[in-house]
């Protein structure tokens, strides 16, 4: 898989890679313009279009309010600033003088953490996710899901 660089002018203030972002945001508004159009076509469907993108960005931007010490870093995971290398990831080992050594080991600590590995989120992030979800906070119209297929 290729990599495609980042300019240090394209972070934002959170750590996140503006452009990657903004296509997100991007794929969203088209979706939900779909997701609208799809009622007026379907008048008689139960639509819901959940944003979340919205709430993943808002692990990391602000995770320190939802309760997450370290809305960067990973968990499980070796080197660097953000715990992080694509080539020593969880459960990474190395030799040092002929042994080997666990180098990639979990945290202590995982609840407090939005990044399990460097792809996936933790168990808590998921948490918060779903909750969201359920609840239907993150959802056009905001309704909570077990009410989704129910009209008025």
Not at 11 to 30: H, K, L, M, T, W
Not at 121 to 145: C, H, M, Q, W
Request: hydrophobic share 30%.
């Amino acid at each position: 898989m290729e990599r495609i660089p980042v300019l240090a002018g394209q972070i934002d203030d959170y750590g996140c890679a503006s452009p990657f972002n903004e296509v997100a945001q991007f794929f969203n508004r088209g979706l939900k313009k779909i997701v609208e159009q799809l009622r007026k076509n379907l008048p008689h469907a139960a639509i819901t279009y959940v944003d979340v993108y919205s709430v993943k960005y808002s692990l990391i931007s602000q995770g320190r309010k939802h309760g997450f010490k370290h809305p960067l870093r990973t968990c499980c995971g070796h080197g660097g600033k953000y715990n992080y290398n694509k080539n020593l990831g969880c459960g990474a080992k190395v030799n040092k003088h002929g042994k080997e050594v666990l180098v990639g080991a979990p945290c202590k600590d995982p609840w407090t953490y939005v990044n399990w590995d460097g792809v996936h989120f933790t168990e808590a992030a998921n948490k918060y996710i779903f909750e969201r979800i359920v609840n239907g906070s993150l959802s056009d119209p905001p309704t909570p899901l077990d009410m989704a297929c129910y009209r008025n």
